[in-house]
């Protein structure tokens, strides 16, 4: 089987029930390498339910979830043994959370933090793993010199910035992302937005990024799948569904938004 | 096959001058056996924790009440039992636990290491190296090495089970970062077996190189956390380190005062009230020995612990 | 079809309004069209004809109702109004060059790295990247100082060319332009228009809307009237 003949991330009719409440329902698509796919909705539209059943933390109700992994095919995630599906989530999967306190070790210095990942996978080398650490401060703009200190002295860009580095070390073949802008200052959300773009760009990763915010998608994602009610409604190209929304409830979230 | 693994103790009442009322060794035979079988589980599996029902002592939590659970379910009427604290057979907790066994068994005790056939002790190897043959039981406070830093038991659990020791070494990077070294000065993390990461207990790094390889059977027992582990027999104990940082020991500049040893791990002792300081052995019946056979350290007066000692022996 | 690069067959394309009750606007019904290499046709007609419609329908901007829009991509026809996303994400790197008339600009991004991206996404290395760019924007006349800022405090002009020049600096075997010229001055328009007749003479289709007379007249060979749309071009 030939390497790009294979989706890097396929849903099939991914369900999510709460008891009898709806999470999300019926959700298919396939994620190929070097794609940016974003899901936008509201808030309780589903897509937070959606993506933690995606990156492999909550069992879907029902439908599958796969990931091409190895040489092997696609494997479906629920199935792989908890070992293998652990030790891809700490190295070809990345998951980066809203509030970068819960995708970081707070009581550990921002160098450890980004250089877990390595020592995880076996890095024994102080030198060795402390350049890569300080190469990753460079390329998120953190200041080489806070590498020791502690997170918490850290403002809520530069935390988030920190987690990005923190997942992508390791250059994940997969990333997904929960609102990773939300909550930050207008200008440094640009910021985070361009660093994001040019490190998927760069690494040619493939990312899920769910948000309710338009001008994220516009700027990093090729494609989008809007949800509503836990349903995907619309999906296609950003670009095709924000300039040519076609279903009631895109054309109201496209038209919702304030232009500066 | 260790002398002492029996399911039945036939004691001759007569002879033993142990307490009336008690079973051999406080615990029940019931006890003993459940203890003896985690014992053998965690033999089978060098470094990892089984859990194991932890009795109510005759003294609280933090008093080492894992190690003499340990020790009480092997110890045998053929047993010479030697107990120390922090190298000391001398000191309060060392002699009140010896005489518990002595009461409750009627078992020959000594001080020297080479006699002995079962050691308890309390955060420290001896200097002596142990035989074949022989048992250390290690009291434990806290046995989880990952503690720290992760806090909840399921995930620690995990960790062990899917060998992500990643955390471990984030401990150590730290110290590098901040101190310039890996600064863990006891209770250093190894590996055991190239498996398991095993907290050795909080013996001073000095001791860890001892584990390695050790002709004795090691036991680990942690009384309020309700954990036994155990290294057997010439079983490969690693301390944990960075290529370009290796686990190294550091030995001072000091002898000891009293018998001239530059080999072993020496107590600081204050004197007097102007802070007169002498360095000696912490390990008392290695110092002992050394001073019988003649040699001498700088010191050509006697503190007091030392003179004790040397009287007793007399 | 000899040497087509476009077919578009019975295109159909209306928008619904779902926010203003439903209305249904129909902009461009039943139309034939196909566009051979070399060629640069010129959309004409009144303002909500549906010229830059088609433009971005080509584009597969907007989607189509009915009809199929079909495109030579790699050697083969491709519907773009049904294909999938990958294959689509793969016309507009390789295959199709689109100017809009808007130019949506990126906070901090240098117009040098604007520009250089669709050749780096190409694979070209980025130094053989930047001196084919560093050309590109010395020939429309973007001065060295503005390389290495972002285009957000650019004149409407100057953005205007960093965008023509993203879209000349690959040669994509289509290019589909919407009013490139709008903004610029004559000596720029000039250079516009000198970009515009190479890759028509290297064999490009190319698609426009040219307000401009004298800029339409020098460029296009073909012209279409897009007004009621019934019947073939």
Known sequence: MVWEDRPLLRALKVTKYFGKRVGCCDVSFDLWPGEVLGIVGESGSGKTTLLQCLSGHWVPSSGRVYYGEGTNGLADIYELPEPRRRYLMRTEWGFVHQNPREGLRLRVSAGANVGERLMALGFRHYGGIRADVLNWFHRVEIDRDRVDDFPTTFSGGMLQRLQIARNLITKPRLTFMDEPTGGLDVSVQARLLDLLKGLVSELSLSVVIVTHDL???????HRLLVMQQGKVVESGLTDQVLDDPQHPYTQLLVSSVIQA | MKKGFKTEIKIDEASSPRLNGYN???LDEGT????????????????YQVSFGSREMPLPYGWGTGGIQVTASLIGPDDTLKVIDQGSDDTTNAVSIRRFFTLTTGVKTTEKTSVATLIQTRHRIPETPLRPGQIIVYQVPIPEPLRFLEP???????????????????KLYEDISIHGRIATAYNYPVLVNERYVMSPSPIPKFDNPKMDRNPALQLFGAGREKRIYAVPPYTRVKSLDFEDYPFRVERGEQSCALCGSRESFLDEIITDDRGTRLF???????????????QRGSFSGMPLLAAKRLQREA | MMNSLIAVQDLIKSFVLH??????????NRMNLSVRQGECLALNGPSGSGKSTLLR????????????????????WVDVGTAESRVILDIRKRTIGYVSQFFRVIPRVPALDIVMEPLRRLGMPTEEAREKVEGMLRRLNIPGRLWGISPTTFSGGEQQRINIARCFVVRYPILLLDEPTAALDATNRQVVVELIREASDKGTAIVGVFHDEVVRSAVSTRMVDMGPQEGSV
């Open chain 1, 215 to 221: 001008a994220v998608v516009r700027l990093i994602a």
């Open chain 2, 24 to 26: 051999f060794a406080y």
């Open chain 2, 32 to 47: 003993k056996r459940m203890i003896r079988r985690a014992l053998l589980k965690a033999i089978a599996i060098p470094g």
């Open chain 2, 152 to 170: 909840r038991e399921t995930e620690t659990r995990r960790m062990h089970a899917l060998s992500e020791y990643g955390i471990m070494s984030i």
């Open chain 2, 280 to 294: 000696a052995c912490s390990d008392t019946d290695y110092c002992q020995r050394r001073h019988t056979e003649g």
């Open chain 3, 19 to 28: 926010l203003q009750g439903g209305i249904r606007l129909p902009v461009v």
């Open chain 3, 57 to 76: 329908l080509l584009y597969s901007n907007y989607r189509p109702e009915g009809g199929a829009i079909l495109v030579k991509h790699r050697e083969e």
